[in-house]
């Protein structure tokens, strides 16, 4: 039996989507939307990014550039693919914007992306972020409205010098807005602790897709596919990525 951290390839459908997990995070975060898109006939994969699934000092010595290159790095394995869609979580709904502003993307879900931050992470990013690099690890606590038991091998602390990584990877995301033109669908928790709604309404406005739609969901935290409305999560993205491919 493998780890929750492990990364994950489902169905075998002809359209396949790449799905993100955000930092920090892993590849079981965002599996139960994997799981949703496979039994609805797309081919899924769930990379696990640089710098996770070990220990968070190892994360360390990671920067954006090579969680894009990574990023970039799955997205070239479903090549053959009728059609591609990118998921992304929080850090990896930014890369899901890169993705789609330098390639040919047939649609995108971008689950609380990193735009706009509040609490603990408004300081981590927003201060911290325009420091310089600090050579310390701080704990950190899971957002998730409802965290139970659950064991997704995500990390519990974060490197301080992600600070100013995570601020500068959010203002490229945002930047590369008006570049994407896929039909795009957000879905932003309104008790998310990470992440402010805020951050998606702006992303909404600056995103240059003629179909594209902001989801709010009352009861969830920031780690959605985990969260207490994780089935309607994946209905949402399963739902669009199905229009698209009818309307193509």
Known sequence: MGRPS????????????????????????????????AQSGFRTIGPLLPGHGTSPGDLYTVTRNEMIRAAESAFASLEGARRVFVCGLSMGALLTLHLAAHHSVSGIALLAPAIDFTGATWFFTEILGRLPALPFIVGKTRDLENPGEIADG????????????LHELSQY?????????????IVQGARDQTVAPAGSRKLLRELASPHKELR?????????????????????????????????
């Not at 995301?173 to 669908?185: D, I, S, T, Y």
């Open 173 to 185: 995301g945002l930047k590369l807005a008006h570049r994407v033109r896929a039909p795009a669908l």
């Open 6 to 37: 492990d990364p994950f390839a489902l169905g075998d459908g002809p359209d396949a989507c790449l799905l993100l997990h955000g930092l920090t995070g892993s590849p079981a975060e965002v599996r139960p939307v994997g799981e949703a898109l």
């Open 216 to 248: 709010i969901l009352p009861r969830s935290g920031h780690v959605l596919p985990l969260d207490v409305e994780s089935d309607e999560v994946c209905r949402l993205v399963v739902q669009h990525f199905r229009e698209v491919e009818e309307h193509a």
């Open 154 to 165: 995500s990390y519990h602390a974060i490197p301080l010098r992600w600070g100013p990584e």
